[in-house]
């Protein structure tokens, strides 16, 4: 037998080793082909894929990368790789590779819906319906139109999401019913998604489903029973950090905050630094008293960094920079108002923004990276080296930005930022009459959980003034709001989380 045969025969093993599911035999098989014949696309682009099944992320890109110099016009390598970058966290990449993927293969269902979550997941919402209708109109999938439901609802096109979770032959399917109860409780159509998500939930309980279940179950008042329904999703993802969280403040607000605090512990000892129990975890600490324990996770005067803009390089000056970023916002067609998944109210908000884009963008995104390298070491020379703000430090970094243009009465409700591992705002432009009838009008509040959370006594609040070429820099489980205000004139800043490669999940 020569040499291409046996590696033609290897590879047909591999493949059927991998289809049973015998992923270490598959594993050996074809690193056994690739020694046989080391430029083989199919085998190193399967070899990636299996690497990335088995979470050897690294493995898989590296794999992935080389076979795609080998064959780059094959749009099922480049559909893979968009897979490992989106299980990497590199949104970015995932988009660049299935918008090559789609040019090649126009009629792929499969790479419209996986770019379809990415856009989603990225806040382009209406790129993201356009790509999932593309999928459905080329292959019939039931989660590609739950997705297509969620992203219309993210719009607010409510009749169309809820239309989307009909229009099928069998409207009993749980996880058609478990995205109708999602896009009830977006419309805070309580009573009506909590039976809706009971009917999803005995049917198939998954854990999301559950959690959802849940804040409805809350939301109309059962707080126990909301408590037994997220023990259950505990039971099946003991990983689940919104269950956690939630089931923490149902605790809370059953008053056994020792039982809370104690769920909060447990769970970061197996996940530490995890943005959402943490956030749950200082204000069980808080309920029960123990004020300076809740301090040490809250105290903005210890974990909040304010920064101004140095001369920006390239640019005439601060104002000429803001300038340009308050243009690349308004000309952005990802703007959404009102978009129901996010904080803001009042005000539009614009998809993940490419920092690499234009010249500003890549000014702002050196003040960034500027700004968090001196937060670290400050962290560290104030002895908070091993304090959870520092927890997720280590290892590949992102940043995922976002505009927000706020109108006259417009704010950003309480929310935290679960991914990141450090937030900031940056400031654009700010009203010149923005605090004429009141001081603070427009600033930005820490430690005001939303109402859902239970708080048995006020805690401390901070508030920071805003201003034109300002960041202020916060540990991403910070609770924050914005205070409304008053003007004609709009308020723009841009947003952005340092996120952990490894805080992103696969889509």
């Known amino acids: 037998m020569n040499r291409q045969q046996e590696a033609t025969d290897t590879l047909q093993q591999a493949m059927q080793r991998h289809r049973a599911g015998d992923l270490n035999e598959a594993e050996l098989l074809y690193a056994a082909t690739l020694r046989l014949q080391p430029d083989n696309a199919q085998a190193m682009r399967l070899r990636g894929a299996l690497a990335r099944e088995r979470g050897d992320i690294g493995t898989s890109r590296s794999l992935l990368q080389h076979a795609a110099q080998q064959a780059p016009d094959d749009p099922e390598l480049l559909s893979e790789l968009a897979l490992t970058c989106m299980a990497a966290g590199d949104l970015p990449g995932a988009a660049h590779n299935l918008h090559k993927c789609l040019l090649l293969d126009p009629g792929s269902a499969r790479a419209a819906a996986n770019f379809g979550a990415v856009l989603q997941q990225r806040g382009h919402i209406n790129a993201a319906i356009n790509s999932y209708q593309k999928s459905l109109s080329a292959e019939e999938d039931i989660f590609v139109r739950c997705n297509l439901a969620k992203a219309l609802s993210d719009k607010g096109d409510f009749a169309a999401a809820l239309n989307i979770c009909d229009d099928t032959n069998d409207i009993q399917q749980p996880q058609l019913l478990a995205t109708r109860g999602v896009i009830l409780l977006d419309q805070q159509h309580y009573t009506d998604a909590r039976d809706v998500l009971l009917k999803a939930t005995s049917l198939a309980a998954d854990d999301m489903s559950l959690v959802n279940l ?78 300076n324990d809740a301090l040490a996770l809250t105290d903005c005067d210890s974990l909040v960094r304010v920064f101004d803009c140095p001369q920006p390089k ?53 003040f960034i990276q500027t700004s968090i390298s001196t937060a670290a070491n400050a962290f560290i020379d104030q002895g908070l080296g091993e304090h959870p703000v520092m927890t997720p430090a280590q290892g590949n970094q992102s940043i995922r930005a976002w505009g927000t243009l706020l109108s006259q009465g417009g704010h950003q409700t309480s929310h935290m930022h679960p991914l990141g591992w450090l937030s900031g705002v940056y400031y654009t432009h700010l009203p010149a009459d923005m605090n004429n009838s009141d001081p603070e009008a427009g600033w930005l509040e820490f430690n005001t959980p939303p109402e859902r959370f239970h708080q048995h006594k006020p805690a401390q609040t901070w508030r920071y003034q805003p201003a034109e070429g300002r960041m202020i820099l916060f540990p991403s489980w910070f609770w924050h709001q914005t205070l409304p205000f008053e003007s004609t004139d709009e308020r723009i800043s841009i947003a952005f989380d340092i996120v952990p490669t490894a805080a992103l999940r696969m889509l």
């Open 314 to 366: 390239g640019i005439v000056n601060i104002q000429t920079m803001n300038a340009m970023l308050n243009d690349e916002l308004h000309a952005d067609t990802s703007r959404l108002l009102n978009p129901i998944s996010k904080a803001t109210t009042g005000g539009e908000q614009t998809g993940e923004l490419d920092m690499e884009r234009s010249l500003a963008m890549k000014a702002l995104q050196e």
């Open 214 to 291: 849940a804040l409805a179950q809350h939301q109309t008042g059962d707080v126990s029973a909301a408590a037994d329904t997220l023990r259950q999703a505990c039971e099946l993802n003991p990983a689940n950090a919104r269950a956690v969280a939630d089931l923490a403040n149902c605790l809370c607000a059953m008053d056994d905050y020792a039982a809370a605090i104690t769920l909060c512990e447990s769970f970061l000892q197996h996940y530490p630094g995890e943005r959402l129990v943490l956030g749950s975890y200082a204000l069980a600490l808080h309920n029960a008293g123990r004020d």
